[in-house]
């Protein structure tokens, strides 16, 4: 063992022929690991692993919060309704009404002016009512949105001014005061009657003043009461209501419970007593997963079919064709014959045609979703309103599971 250790050291002393002297190896020891700093990856690299981390830490996509699906007790809207005069309408205005006169004098009484009524022109001018919504937590300064609509004959609105009109509440109490420029969005114009043309873009008679009504009073509100709240689902379900219950108390425990299919009844934890604001406000950032009703909701008027994803259909055989009757009336000259004493007369012809387009049996299977029941409608080649004639002779043969709703 000395005679190695003798040899080792000799070796360490020399250099070997044509290499250079090697350094002795330096004592290994531990050192500490870097810190780890994300700047260290490519800004791609970071991409890509957001994106792995996404799906673990992202919500459902169907999830909504709950301030979205809910209201609170107590924080309700309340509507307001008031009667005014719009002036400015360059001849478009009422025609001569007493309400409309007597209006207009009562106005310029306000000012000092005394006018019978009977003296008075009033193209320029318009009788409405104001509608307006008043929200919860409004304090007196603050601004809502008003609608106007024409109460007489006046052809339209457009370039109006809405004078000071008192808006009152179902208690008869003032709670705002409205007034400005009315926006219609569209227009009226050409000389009606015999002879005449006009063109119309949307309803002239029905404007808009954004911000053009100043709360006076304010509404009471309370909303958060000593056993807590309670939160009014928008659209009724028990599973929803069931499911905001649980998802509440995933993250405060025991504090919610689910009363019926419209209310969900939620404890104030005692770390939030005196915060109740923080804690509604938790609580509308939660997400739930509302349950939908299979529901097809029909507007004959425009064509327009609504439907929910969890509609179903039974397997069903459907048969669909149309049947077109043209009747046709024309008018012809009968004329006499040569020296002869009868006269030309015009003659009334009718002619009918029918037009009927057989159809065939197509089996329609249970299908389990909303996209594959739209696929085999279209392949009748049916329009919107024959899809509409299917889907309500579905539902009366009992082969269509989900609530059919016709406007």
């Not at 030309?344 to 329609?364: C, L, M, N, P, Y």
């Not at 009366?396 to 609530?403: I, K, M, N, P």
């Amino acid at each position: 063992m000395k005679h190695f250790t003798r040899t080792l050291r000799f070796l360490q002393g020399r250099s070997f022929i044509g290499a250079p002297r090697a350094p002795a190896f330096p004592p290994f020891r531990l050192s500490p690991s870097p810190p780890f700093r994300l700047s260290a990856f490519p800004p791609f690299s970071l991409f890509l692993l957001g994106l792995l981390l996404l799906p673990a830490f992202s919500p459902s996509l169907d999830a909504a919060r709950i301030k979205d699906l809910t209201l609170i007790e107590g924080g309700r809207d309340n509507q307001l309704v008031g009667y005014g005069l719009v002036v400015g309408l360059a001849g478009d205005g009422d025609s001569t009404s007493i309400s409309v006169l007597r209006s207009v004098a009562n106005a310029l009484q306000r000012f000092g002016l005394i006018v019978p009524y009977d003296q008075i022109k009033v193209k320029n001018a318009a009788s409405v009512m104001v509608t307006a919504d008043i929200g919860p937590f409004l304090r007196p300064g603050a601004r809502i949105d008003i609608t106007v609509a024409s109460m007489g004959d006046a052809k339209s609105l457009q370039g109006g001014v809405l004078l000071q009109t008192p808006l009152l509440g179902a208690d008869g109490r003032v709670y705002a005061v409205a007034q400005g420029p009315v926006a219609i969005g569209g227009f009226l114009g050409g000389a009606g009657g015999p002879g005449g043309a006009t063109v119309q873009k949307n309803h002239p008679t029905v404007g808009t003043i954004s911000n053009g009504a100043i709360v006076e009073r304010e509404i009471p509100t309370s909303y958060v009461s000593l056993q807590g709240l309670h939160l009014l689902l928008r659209d009724p379900d028990f599973t929803s209501a069931a499911r905001m219950a649980k998802a509440i108390n995933m993250v405060y425990p025991g504090t919610s419970e689910a009363q019926d299919a419209a209310t969900v009844a939620v404890r104030l934890p005692a770390e939030f007593k005196g915060h109740e604001v923080d804690y509604v406000a938790a609580l509308g950032s939660i997400d739930v997963t509302p349950d939908s009703v299979a529901r097809i909701v029909i507007n004959e008027r425009t064509g327009t079919i609504v439907a929910t994803a969890t509609v179903r259909i039974s397997q069903v055989a459907i048969s669909h064709g149309s049947l077109t009757i043209t009747v046709t009336s024309t008018q012809g000259v009968s004329q006499p014959g040569p020296f002869s004493s009868g006269q030309t007369t015009t003659v009334q012809g009718t002619s009918t045609a029918v037009d009927e387009v057989k159809g065939g049996f197509k089996v329609v299977d249970e299908l389990p979703s909303i996209e594959r029941l739209a696929a085999a409608l279209n392949a009748l080649g049916v329009s919107t309103r024959e899809m509409a004639a299917i889907f309500q002779t579905l539902k009366r043969s009992g082969a269509l599971q989900a609530e059919l709703i016709i406007n």
